[in-house]
């Protein structure tokens, strides 16, 4: 007997049939003598059709009350979901995140978990119920309702199994494990059996949207054993995301992720001092946009220099806005932008101990004419920003290079 | 300055447009200086949407998921509303049945109001916020969302209205006041400027659907002030419900009531000895089948006796089930049952201190032809069960015959 927490997304739970099909699903691992906790976030649209409501009202509207208007979308699937079960014979409850408590910090429509409570979840478990949880949303000290974010039902169903110890935390989405690639980019990318967390990371943070970036954070922090599965096969392993460990040996690249959602913004000609990178992106940080990659070269002249950071392309304009008026005062020749680009990044735990991959990557992408506008590298990964009409074909083109069709 | 609480039904925020129309009224309140507490239903339409929905998992809904569900809709509410007034550059908050904490007890669909915190809402209140509560809607000991039935709402706003010690309870609906009876049947009915609690008890228990019945009682028992007004006018007093001593003289009819959802259960040639009204109406009362009327009489015989009693028509047929059941154990001669019954009443206080209002209305039934087939009186009502078919004749010559279509 195991403790299995699985995590249906929109998609999963989108209408009445479908949920009716989860609840077939938690039954059989009911059957197999499984505990069974369900994560579940709102049907499909539902969350959308709140927030449209919301900005009706007021364009920029009140995060508290953004909180208790959208909480409702998963407080009506787990209601829902729980009748499926209860109709199959099972027993059933469910539980807001307030019932649950799961406490947060008090940062509305992007709050944090601070802790989970447990017990009452346990003992409904162990009087056979299946537990019914809403994803994505949470309390604050103050009773107040507060939610994750978007994707962060990921992150309840990822928190839940760390909480309860779960033996397998199991994600149900519309895709049926981790690909190398995009298939819809490359016909020949490979489902990953198993993928570590470090590269996993990766891969959601570059754009690869089959898991939230902080469910894996979490996961890797408390050693929850994760699993992405489709809940629309019957059968399927998924993709399990492992710790390094747990494998001899790691192919030298697992995937290539990429994002469409960048924008390059270049402040050229600024004095080189110290200080200067912080006169550059203190404003943008206080303007709450989050920044991606940051580069920084020396220019010609030897006593200014070049600053390149990313941001999303939906803040591109307030960037730019925000750098101008920061210009003079900093003493920048130039500021540029361009969001007409894409980043594509290689992913692998493997690249640790081998070399010549970022070299493969640069001869691989010049043989095709792409130019490259911007290098970011870590341990694990090589990142590139080039001009967003090439993004599909540098994709192919890696993932042939790479050989990643083929199993290692 | 006064406390007032103000309570808007489901039509009255029907839309984003009649959400931000009530934000304008509670502004006009909030600028003469006066407290508000505002208690709103879900969006017309938006519960039976969500108990199609159950009803498409399961025909009968578990009912504590149930109230997990429908409770979803007057969330979306207060959050909508919270905003609108924001929107205005008003301070306001929302609160759900849990937030406040309005502890009910654990029935699921039903449950009744045990107690109110006000604390929180009083210091948001003193802090010059308009508090923005959930109707229909509280919580159980343990956590559970609970729900107070159909029409609830104006319970929680009277409840509230009475925790909170406020100077007026302000129910806002679709229609501008309570009438003497349904002017769509009465074109001459006319708008009562008061009431008696009283009157306003059985006026809304026989049928008239302006005000719930539970939170008449409520206001009663604390004697909260109620005024039933309409949401689509700027203007107007609506109607002031009052206790008894606020007037000097009573009419001696306040108004006509009535049902169309009367079905009538006969049970014949029934045993004359004790125990005999348990015999029939336990089993109806352990089906959870309410009864309206009862009436026993003698028998021809002298040693058997006739049953009667009405039900809500949906429960007719189960009723007769269950009386057909127990028929041979009571010894029942025969069962007979017409649920094409209506229920037709006399309201008013003055009833007390005059004679011969029975006799007048028996008389104006009788001129018309339409035969009485059951009655009940008490203190201040007399009603008639007829055939449906006259129930619009009756109502209007009684309303003729009483000149309810003048002040008093």
Chains 1, 2 share one sequence.
Do not use: W
Request: hydrophobic share 40%; glycine share 8%; aromatic share 4%.
């Amino acid at each position: 007997m195991a403790l299995i927490v699985q995590k249906y997304g929109g998609t999963s739970v989108g209408s009445i049939e479908r949920i009716k099909n989860v609840a077939q699903r938690v039954a059989r691992f009911k059957a197999q003598g499984h505990q069974v906790v369900v994560v579940v976030s709102a049907m499909t649209g539902e969350t959308n059709r709140l927030i449209g409501l919301a900005k009706e009202i007021q364009s920029h509207p009140d995060p508290r009350e953004m909180d208790v208007l959208v909480s409702t979308g998963e407080q009506v699937t787990i209601a829902l979901l729980s009748m499926a079960l209860m109709e199959m014979g099972l027993k059933a409850k469910s539980y807001t995140g307030a019932q649950v408590r799961i406490l947060t910090d008090a940062a509305h429509t992007k709050a944090r978990i601070l802790s989970i409570d447990e017990e009452n979840l346990r003992r409904d478990l162990d009087g056979g119920h299946v537990v019914v949880v809403a994803g994505f949303q949470g309390v604050d000290e103050k009773g107040n309702i507060t939610t994750l974010g978007r994707g962060g039902s990921d992150t309840t169903g990822v928190a839940l199994a760390a909480a309860l110890k779960a033996d397998e935390c199991q994600i149900y989405t519309d895709v049926d494990g981790v690909y190398t690639t995009d298939p819809r980019i490359v016909p020949e990318a490979r489902k990953l059996k198993t993928i570590t967390f470090e590269e996993m990371l990766e891969m959601a943070s570059l754009g690869s949207k089959v898991l939230q970036i902080r469910a894996v954070e979490f996961a890797g922090k408390y050693k929850v054993k994760l699993r992405v599965l489709s809940s629309f096969e019957e059968e399927g392993e998924g993709t399990l995301i492992t710790f390094e460990e747990d494998t001899m040996e790691q192919p030298i690249i697992s995937g290539i992720a990429f994002n469409r959602d960048e924008a390059k913004v270049t402040v050229l000609g600024v004095p080189d001092r110290p200080g200067i990178a912080y006169a550059i992106l203190g404003p943008v940080a206080d303007a709450n946009i989050d920044v991606d990659m940051i580069i920084q070269n020396v220019g010609a002249d030897g006593t200014t220099t070049d600053f390149t950071f990313t941001v999303h392309r939906n803040e591109f304009t307030r960037a730019m806005g925000i750098l101008k008026d920061v210009q003079s005062t900093i003493g920048a020749r130039e500021v540029k932008g361009d969001d007409k680009t894409a980043k594509v990044s290689l992913v692998g735990v493997g690249m640790r101990s081998h070399s010549g991959i970022a070299s493969n990557m640069f001869k691989t992408l010049a043989a095709e004419g792409i130019n490259i506008q911007m290098i970011s590298t870590s341990e694990i990964k090589i990142s590139v920003v080039i001009d967003e009409k090439y993004l599909e074909l540098a994709v192919r083109v890696l993932h042939k290079a790479f050989n990643l069709e083929q199993a290692a």
